[in-house]
């Protein structure tokens, strides 16, 4: 069983910051991909940014320059650092993986989610 938990939600000021974490347990032989998706009331989940396991990132154009998406292989843990945060980052921030259990092949994770509120 794998779980994925994110931590660093809250409720910020405009042009403040956050740092959210995702930190990966279970049985988990190895990572892949992993990535930031979020769902603000009423819109789709869409893709924030995400980080290959050699380090290489991608980034929605809404966001670029102002978050940065690293991870620390070791500790099974993603990072979202999100800076100069806006009102219209306001979402539920959802972690997501591609966890090998067994050596042989990936399969896709979530985590549950943390609330993000940039309100003054």
């Known amino acids: 069983q794998v779980q994925l938990v994110e931590s660093g939600g809250g409720l910020v000021q405009p042009g403040g910051s956050l740092r959210l974490s995702c930190v990966g347990s279970?049985?988990?032989?190895?990572?892949?991909?992993m990535g930031w998706f979020r769902q603000a009331p009423g819109k789709q989940r869409e893709l924030v940014a995400t980080?290959?396991?050699?380090?290489?990132?991608t980034y929605a154009d809404s966001v670029k320059g102002r978050f940065a998406i690293s991870r620390d292989n070791a500790k099974n843990t993603a990072y979202l650092q999100m800076n100069s945060l806006k009102p219209e980052d306001t979402a539920v921030y959802y972690c997501?993986?591609?966890?090998?259990?067994?050596?042989?092949?990936?399969?896709?994770?979530w985590g549950q989610g943390t609330q993000v509120t940039v309100s003054s």
């Open positions: 997501n993986a591609a966890v090998s259990q067994s050596g042989s092949g990936y399969r896709s994770h």
């Open positions: 279970g049985n988990i032989f190895s990572i892949g991909f």
């Open positions: 980080i290959s396991t050699g380090g290489y990132t």
